[in-house]
Nanobody, 122 residues
Framework: VQLQASGGGLVQAGGSLRLSCAAS????????MGWFRQAPGRERDFVAS????????YYADSVKGRFTISRDNAKNTVYLQMSSLKPEDTAVYYC????????????????WGRGTQVTVSS
């Protein structure tokens, strides 16, 4: 299984970025997908998740209203649209996949992708 995240970069506060995560080696349409992030010196935190059919989404309080998770099962890809970015959003962002149906903000990934760095300057 491979989860390849892309789209990170350097952006000014208030700007936007869209992360993508292309999955292979799994039946993508049967997996819940999610995004986590890890800032220097901190634990990896949940950001957002989406059920297999996109019917339900969940967000951390810190990003609700600013970030949107979506998926395209035909392309085996999950996205994270990030808007109104803040310096505290600076972190390495990781894509994750879970066989379980996500319900709420608890997600226990079976697979992790390599991260993509997002840096927000003030």
């Amino acid at each position: 299984v491979q989860l390849q995240a892309s789209g990170g970069g350097l952006v000014q506060a208030g700007g936007s970025l869209r992360l993508s995560c292309a999955a292979s080696g799994l039946t993508f349409s049967t997996y819940s997908m999610g995004w986590f992030r890890q800032a220097p010196g901190r634990e990896r935190d949940f950001v957002a998740s989406i059920r297999w059919n996109g019917g339900r989404t969940y967000y951390a309080d810190s990003v609700k209203g600013r970030f949107t998770i979506s998926r395209d099962n035909a392309k085996n890809t999950v996205y994270l649209q990030m808007s109104s970015l803040k310096p505290e959003d600076t972190a390495v962002y990781y894509c994750a996949a879970s066989r379980a149906v996500v319900s709420g903000r608890e997600m226990r990934p079976d697979y992790w992708g390599r991260g993509t760095q997002v840096t927000v300057s003030s």
